[in-house]
Protein backbone atom coordinates (compact mmCIF):
# COMPACT_ATOMS: atom_id res chain seq x y z
CA UNK A 1 0.00 0.00 0.00
CA UNK A 2 1.14 3.65 -0.90
CA UNK A 3 2.05 5.81 1.68
CA UNK A 4 0.28 9.04 1.79
CA UNK A 5 3.14 11.39 2.99
CA UNK A 6 5.20 12.03 6.46
CA UNK A 7 2.16 11.60 8.57
CA UNK A 8 2.60 7.99 8.29
CA UNK A 9 5.46 7.85 10.65
CA UNK A 10 5.27 10.16 13.65
CA UNK A 11 8.90 10.46 13.14
CA UNK A 12 8.57 11.95 9.99
CA UNK A 13 7.23 15.62 9.37
CA UNK A 14 7.41 17.93 7.28
CA UNK A 15 8.80 20.73 8.90
CA UNK A 16 10.18 19.38 12.30
CA UNK A 17 9.86 20.93 15.36
CA UNK A 18 11.67 23.18 17.65
CA UNK A 19 13.32 22.32 20.69
CA UNK A 20 12.26 23.24 23.93
CA UNK A 21 15.84 23.77 24.43
CA UNK A 22 16.95 25.40 21.90
CA UNK A 23 17.90 29.24 22.41
CA UNK A 24 15.45 31.62 22.66
CA UNK A 25 17.61 34.14 20.24
CA UNK A 26 16.49 30.78 17.25
CA UNK A 27 13.24 32.32 16.91
CA UNK A 28 14.66 34.95 15.47
CA UNK A 29 14.62 33.17 12.06
CA UNK A 30 11.53 30.58 13.12
CA UNK A 31 9.57 32.81 10.44
CA UNK A 32 11.45 31.04 7.17
CA UNK A 33 9.97 27.45 8.85
CA UNK A 34 7.46 26.39 5.94
CA UNK A 35 7.02 26.82 2.17
CA UNK A 36 7.47 30.08 0.72
CA UNK A 37 6.97 30.72 -3.01
CA UNK A 38 7.87 34.11 -5.08
CA UNK A 39 10.02 35.82 -7.45
CA UNK A 40 12.75 37.78 -7.78
CA UNK A 41 15.38 40.14 -9.72
CA UNK A 42 19.05 39.67 -9.62
CA UNK A 43 21.80 42.08 -10.90
CA UNK A 44 24.04 40.25 -13.26
CA UNK A 45 27.65 41.47 -13.19
CA UNK A 46 27.18 43.12 -16.63
CA UNK A 47 24.54 45.42 -15.24
CA UNK A 48 22.07 43.65 -16.39
CA UNK A 49 18.78 42.37 -14.60
CA UNK A 50 16.93 38.52 -14.17
CA UNK A 51 14.47 37.46 -13.23
CA UNK A 52 13.84 34.63 -11.56
CA UNK A 53 11.15 32.27 -9.41
CA UNK A 54 11.92 30.96 -6.22
CA UNK A 55 10.55 28.56 -3.57
CA UNK A 56 11.81 28.60 0.06
CA UNK A 57 11.03 25.89 2.11
CA UNK A 58 12.70 26.10 6.16
CA UNK A 59 12.69 23.21 8.24
CA UNK A 60 13.85 22.82 12.33
CA UNK A 61 16.74 20.54 12.21
CA UNK A 62 19.20 18.58 14.64
CA UNK A 63 16.63 17.86 16.97
CA UNK A 64 14.93 21.24 16.65
CA UNK A 65 18.41 23.12 18.04
CA UNK A 66 18.56 25.00 14.35
CA UNK A 67 17.05 25.98 11.17
CA UNK A 68 18.11 24.86 7.90
CA UNK A 69 16.38 26.39 5.23
CA UNK A 70 16.56 25.24 0.96
CA UNK A 71 16.43 28.35 -1.82
CA UNK A 72 15.06 26.48 -5.03
CA UNK A 73 15.46 28.82 -8.17
CA UNK A 74 17.19 28.48 -11.88
CA UNK A 75 19.89 30.72 -12.37
CA UNK A 76 20.19 32.94 -15.08
CA UNK A 77 21.48 30.86 -17.75
CA UNK A 78 18.36 28.59 -16.86
CA UNK A 79 20.20 25.54 -14.66
CA UNK A 80 19.16 24.63 -11.91
CA UNK A 81 19.97 26.19 -8.37
CA UNK A 82 20.43 25.12 -5.09
CA UNK A 83 21.25 26.71 -1.73
CA UNK A 84 21.11 25.49 1.53
CA UNK A 85 21.70 27.58 5.04
CA UNK A 86 22.01 26.41 8.31
CA UNK A 87 21.22 28.37 11.07
CA UNK A 88 21.91 28.19 15.21
CA UNK A 89 22.84 29.61 18.08
CA UNK A 90 25.69 28.82 19.49
CA UNK A 91 24.72 29.37 23.19
CA UNK A 92 28.33 29.00 24.76
CA UNK A 93 29.61 31.51 22.65
CA UNK A 94 26.89 33.95 22.87
CA UNK A 95 26.86 33.99 18.44
CA UNK A 96 24.95 32.82 15.62
CA UNK A 97 26.88 30.43 13.24
CA UNK A 98 25.22 30.50 9.76
CA UNK A 99 26.44 28.47 6.94
CA UNK A 100 25.80 28.58 3.54
CA UNK A 101 26.12 25.14 1.27
CA UNK A 102 25.64 26.24 -2.37
CA UNK A 103 25.31 22.95 -3.92
CA UNK A 104 24.79 24.30 -7.11
CA UNK A 105 28.46 25.79 -7.55
CA UNK A 106 29.51 22.67 -5.00
CA UNK A 107 31.38 25.72 -2.22
CA UNK A 108 30.62 26.35 1.60
CA UNK A 109 30.84 29.23 2.59
CA UNK A 110 30.80 30.44 6.67
CA UNK A 111 28.68 33.84 6.62
CA UNK A 112 28.31 34.07 10.38
CA UNK A 113 30.81 32.61 13.50
CA UNK A 114 32.17 33.32 16.66
CA UNK A 115 35.08 35.11 14.98
CA UNK A 116 33.22 36.64 11.68
CA UNK A 117 30.16 38.43 10.75
CA UNK A 118 27.25 39.06 12.55
CA UNK A 119 23.05 38.83 12.83
CA UNK A 120 20.40 42.08 14.06
CA UNK A 121 17.53 41.97 14.42
CA UNK A 122 15.40 45.57 15.07
CA UNK A 123 11.99 45.71 14.29
CA UNK A 124 10.43 43.91 11.12
CA UNK A 125 14.31 43.40 9.72
CA UNK A 126 16.64 41.17 10.23
CA UNK A 127 20.44 41.55 8.99
CA UNK A 128 23.33 38.85 8.50
CA UNK A 129 26.62 40.21 7.30
CA UNK A 130 29.12 38.15 6.19
CA UNK A 131 32.65 39.21 6.37
CA UNK A 132 35.30 37.92 3.20
CA UNK A 133 38.44 40.37 3.80
CA UNK A 134 37.36 43.93 2.95
CA UNK A 135 34.37 42.41 1.30
CA UNK A 136 30.83 42.27 3.12
CA UNK A 137 27.68 40.93 1.68
CA UNK A 138 24.64 41.95 3.37
CA UNK A 139 21.22 39.49 3.39
CA UNK A 140 18.15 41.60 4.93
CA UNK A 141 15.04 39.85 5.61
CA UNK A 142 12.10 42.30 6.62
CA UNK A 143 9.14 40.40 7.77
CA UNK A 144 5.88 42.32 6.51
CA UNK A 145 3.60 39.75 8.28
CA UNK A 146 3.16 35.91 8.86
CA UNK A 147 2.70 35.23 5.11
CA UNK A 148 5.00 38.00 2.89
CA UNK A 149 8.72 38.76 3.41
CA UNK A 150 11.30 40.43 1.15
CA UNK A 151 14.73 39.01 1.06
CA UNK A 152 17.66 41.33 -0.78
CA UNK A 153 21.56 41.19 -0.41
CA UNK A 154 24.16 44.18 -0.92
CA UNK A 155 27.12 44.36 -1.49
CA UNK A 156 30.71 46.01 0.44
CA UNK A 157 33.89 46.20 -1.23
CA UNK A 158 35.35 49.02 1.45
CA UNK A 159 34.20 46.64 5.07
CA UNK A 160 30.86 48.27 4.79
CA UNK A 161 31.67 51.86 4.74
CA UNK A 162 29.24 52.04 1.39
CA UNK A 163 27.43 49.58 -0.55
CA UNK A 164 26.67 48.87 -4.11
CA UNK A 165 23.26 48.91 -5.19
CA UNK A 166 20.60 45.80 -4.45
CA UNK A 167 22.17 42.37 -5.52
CA UNK A 168 19.01 40.15 -4.83
CA UNK A 169 15.45 41.31 -4.16
CA UNK A 170 13.08 38.44 -3.58
CA UNK A 171 9.33 38.55 -2.79
CA UNK A 172 7.86 35.75 -0.65
CA UNK A 173 4.95 34.78 0.34
CA UNK A 174 3.97 31.52 2.59
CA UNK A 175 2.09 28.54 0.83
CA UNK A 176 2.24 26.15 3.87
Keep these: ?40 TATL ?9 VTWIGRYVLNGMAIADEFHSQ ?7 LGISLRYFDAPHGSWVIEYLNVSGSFLRRQVNPQSGSVRGTGDTISVIAEEGSM ?38 RTE
Design 1 to 40: MASSGPAAEPAITSYGQRSAQAPALLDLFAFLVGKWKGSG
Design 45 to 53: PDGKSAQFE
Design 75 to 81: APDGSPY
Design 136 to 173: RIRESYRVADRRHFTYRTDLSHDGGKSWDPVQIEIHLE
